[in-house]
């Protein structure tokens, strides 16, 4: 019988660290390190104990705990629950098996008034222990914590010189069910249940059901990771879809050895038998941690900053958004698609800087109900947090009632509304100071670039991006070096935030044709003379020793 903590006598222990440790500074979304930086010992307790001293309001409040499941996943669980014990959290909530997405997890401290929670995920990187680990922190309205707390925990994590943790047993997580560690409650929750709910209160499931009942094939793909369970129950049992249309649907410590990104590179089988075949209408996947969300039809890919204006322009065919949407806003490297869109709608529009938590400020204040990046992130006022399935029952929503194909939904709408020629190129893993030398340089050019040509235009602003935040006014800088041309045109430039071998150079880039230009080019050909200009002035392929990225979106 596996003993119930109550059962056992718990120790509080301060335990000494004998220096700070001093790479525990966030990046795009939370702490991200590989599985083994993550081994050292007191590790994550460092950060979390660091976390759990600055997010306001921990003694006595409610916690929300839970992971993608992968390698470290339910260890960690255990260790973050004996941490929250030990500095007064009065009621903690997790989830069977410990696996939450972080979209649901962002529904659990809303619906719960938690004063936040911890998200156990690296998020797209691969898992195992081989592979990363990460620790996200959201705040009590369900989204990542603003730049002023991340601040503060890595402030507080270089000068930390112990931490707090209770000694008792392990808590069952596998039912559901009510413990006690001391003076907290512990929930063990269905992590699918509240989610689904949600979800069913957002769209028309009757709807949904009579599509996926009927002669549609679809075909989503969890790369082994969180979304299985939930993918699952939404679509094979509550909508009725046949079985298997859920592939790879259990979650595994190292996503069966795979990236669970949803991309063209590493979701290639989907990917090809939605683009090589004709046996499926659509496809859809998301990743490691379930807030992103790939989209494609039969023999059509969706870009992802596309996939938010078509959200946008048919809002209101779903029932959560039937009366309207009070804005919308997208990240600066996300295509401006859905700004034409919201100027079409008379919507207000913003562009924020990378990062989920940029968006909810704007969604707290009610200035917009949709947003997105091209990161393969889309999601609403729902929660504060990108969701992957959101986005898929979204798209089949629109499907649904407009009964046509994804790819008439795209040349529809591209015969509206233009066409935002596309493409992300990454390289990745490459020498941190290659890419730093890289990146100082051609910011350094960048006030003598104006008035340049470039690609056969002229740029007309060349800049770092800065944001100021509508809502608190707080100002976030250096954001991505951005080459506007006189046409509309545009390339950007950013390190990433969230890789954690050495670093990854992303090159964004995008042109606009009018309802009258031409409308089916492959994006590469029609982004090719920006693709070459940037390399030239960047010196790309020459300091990064790579002949070409290593994902192309
Ligand atoms: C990447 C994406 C960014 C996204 C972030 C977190 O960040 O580009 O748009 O918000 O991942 O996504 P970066 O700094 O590597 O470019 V996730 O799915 O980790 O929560
Ligand atoms: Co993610």
């Given at each position: 019988?596996?003993?119930?903590p109550?059962?056992?006598?718990?120790?509080?222990?301060?335990?000494?660290?004998?220096?700070?440790?001093?790479?525990?500074?966030?990046?795009?979304?939370?702490?991200r390190?590989?599985?083994?930086?993550?081994?050292?010992?007191?590790?994550?307790?460092?950060?979390?104990?660091?976390?759990?001293?600055?997010?306001?309001g921990?003694?006595?409040?409610?916690?929300?705990?839970?992971?993608?499941?992968?390698?470290?996943?339910?260890?960690?669980?255990?260790?973050?629950?004996?941490?929250?014990a030990?500095h007064?959290?009065?009621?903690?909530i997790?989830?069977?098996?410990?696996?939450?997405?972080?979209?649901?997890?962002?529904?659990?401290?809303?619906?719960?008034?938690?004063?936040g929670?911890?998200?156990l995920?690296?998020?797209h990187?691969?898992?195992?222990?081989?592979?990363?680990?990460?620790?996200?922190?959201?705040?009590?309205?369900?989204?990542?914590?603003?730049e002023?707390?991340?601040?503060?925990?890595y402030?507080?994590?270089?000068?930390?010189?112990?931490?707090r943790?209770?000694?008792?047993?392990?808590?069952?997580?596998?039912?559901?069910?009510?413990?006690?560690?001391?003076?907290?409650?512990?929930?063990?929750?269905?992590?699918?249940?509240?989610?689904?709910?949600?979800?069913?209160?957002?769209?028309?499931?009757?709807?949904?059901?009579?599509?996926?009942?009927?002669?549609?094939?679809f075909?989503?793909?969890?790369?082994?990771?969180?979304?299985?369970?939930?993918?699952?129950?939404?679509?094979?049992?509550?909508?009725?879809?046949?079985?298997?249309?859920?592939?790879?649907?259990?979650?595994?410590?190292?996503?069966?050895?795979?990236?669970?990104?949803?991309?063209?590179?590493?979701?290639?089988?989907?990917?090809?038998?939605?683009?090589?075949?004709d046996?499926?209408?659509?496809?859809?996947?998301?990743?490691?941690?379930?807030?992103?969300?790939?989209?494609?039809?039969?023999?059509?890919?969706?870009?992802?900053?596309?996939?938010?204006?078509?959200?946008?322009?048919?809002?209101?065919?779903?029932?959560?958004?039937?009366?309207?949407?009070?804005?919308?806003?997208?990240?600066?490297?996300?295509?401006?698609?859905?700004?034409?869109?919201?100027k079409?709608?008379g919507?207000?529009?913003?562009?924020?800087?990378?990062?989920?938590?940029?968006?909810?400020?704007?969604?707290?204040?009610?200035?917009?109900?949709l947003?997105?990046?091209?990161?393969?992130?889309?999601?609403?006022?729902?929660?504060?947090?990108?969701?992957?399935?959101?986005?898929?029952?979204?798209?089949?929503?629109?499907?649904?009632?407009?009964?046509c194909?994804?790819?008439?939904?795209?040349?529809?709408?591209?015969?509206?509304?233009?066409?935002?020629?596309?493409?992300?190129?990454?390289?990745e893993?490459?020498?941190s100071?290659?890419?730093?030398?890289?990146?100082?340089?051609v910011k350094?050019?960048?006030?003598?670039?104006?008035?340049?040509?470039?690609?056969?235009?002229?740029?007309a602003?060349?800049?770092?991006?800065?944001?100021?935040?509508?809502?608190?006014?707080?100002?976030?800088?250096?954001q991505?070096?951005?080459?506007?041309?006189?046409?509309?045109?545009?390339?950007?430039?950013?390190?990433?935030?969230?890789?954690?071998?050495?670093?990854?150079?992303?090159?964004?880039?995008?042109?606009?044709?009018?309802?009258?230009?031409?409308?089916?080019?492959?994006?590469?050909?029609?982004?090719?003379?920006?693709?070459?200009?940037?390399?030239?002035?960047?010196?790309?392929?020459?300091?990064?020793g790579?002949?070409?990225?290593?994902?192309?979106?």
């Amino acid at each position: 019988m596996t003993p119930s903590p109550s059962d056992s006598p718990a120790v509080l222990h301060t335990v000494a660290l004998a220096q700070p440790f001093t790479d525990q500074k966030p990046g795009t979304s939370g702490l991200r390190k590989s599985s083994q930086r993550f081994a050292t010992p007191h590790y994550l307790e460092s950060f979390v104990e660091a976390s759990l001293r600055v997010l306001p309001g921990v003694a006595g409040g409610t916690l929300v705990l839970g992971g993608d499941g992968r390698f470290g996943n339910l260890a960690a669980i255990q260790t973050i629950a004996r941490m929250a014990a030990a500095h007064g959290v009065a009621r903690l909530i997790t989830t069977t098996g410990g696996i939450l997405s972080t979209p649901a997890a962002s529904h659990l401290i809303r619906q719960h008034q938690a004063v936040g929670g911890v998200i156990l995920s690296a998020s797209h990187n691969p898992g195992g222990p081989e592979g990363d680990f990460g620790v996200k922190i959201n705040g009590a309205n369900g989204g990542p914590t603003p730049e002023s707390i991340t601040d503060a925990i890595y402030e507080t994590t270089l000068s930390l010189d112990s931490y707090r943790i209770l000694e008792a047993a392990p808590l069952p997580l596998d039912q559901p069910g009510s413990h006690v560690l001391e003076e907290m409650t512990v929930e063990v929750i269905d992590g699918v249940d509240d989610y689904a709910a949600l979800m069913r209160r957002l769209f028309d499931f009757d709807r949904l059901a009579a599509l996926l009942k009927g002669d549609f094939r679809f075909a989503f793909d969890a790369l082994h990771a969180v979304t299985g369970p939930y993918a699952a129950r939404i679509f094979e049992g509550q909508l009725g879809a046949p079985a298997g249309t859920v592939r790879n649907g259990v979650p595994l410590e190292d996503f069966g050895g795979g990236h669970p990104d949803p991309n063209l590179t590493y979701a290639h089988d989907l990917a090809a038998l939605l683009l090589e075949g004709d046996a499926y209408d659509f496809g859809a996947a998301c990743d490691g941690d379930g807030d992103r969300n790939m989209i494609l039809g039969r023999r059509c890919f969706v870009n992802p900053s596309d996939s938010l204006a078509v959200l946008t322009a048919n809002a209101t065919l779903a029932p959560g958004y039937a009366e309207g949407l009070a804005g919308v806003a997208r990240s600066m490297p996300t295509s401006a698609a859905a700004d034409v869109v919201a100027k079409a709608l008379g919507l207000p529009c913003f562009e924020t800087p990378t990062g989920w938590k940029f968006f909810g400020n704007l969604l707290d204040a009610g200035r917009i109900t949709l947003c997105g990046e091209e990161s393969f992130g889309t999601g609403s006022n729902h929660i504060r947090e990108k969701d992957g399935l959101w986005a898929v029952l979204f798209w089949l929503q629109i499907l649904a009632v407009r009964n046509c194909s994804v790819a008439e939904v795209m040349t529809d709408h591209w015969q509206r509304y233009g066409r935002h020629y596309y493409s992300r190129h990454d390289y990745e893993a490459i020498a941190s100071d290659a890419a730093h030398a890289l990146y100082s340089r051609v910011k350094g050019q960048l006030p003598a670039l104006v008035g340049e040509r470039f690609a056969g235009r002229s740029i007309a602003l060349a800049d770092d991006f800065a944001y100021t935040d509508p809502v608190d006014a707080s100002v976030s800088e250096g954001q991505g070096l951005r080459l506007l041309l006189d046409d509309g045109s545009r390339v950007v430039l950013r390190l990433s935030g969230t890789g954690t071998q050495g670093a990854t150079l992303r090159v964004y880039l995008e042109s606009y044709v009018p309802p009258s230009g031409a409308l089916n080019q492959d994006p590469q050909l029609a982004l090719a003379d920006l693709i070459s200009a940037i390399d030239a002035l960047a010196e790309i392929k020459e300091r990064t020793g790579m002949d070409r990225p290593t994902v192309i979106t």
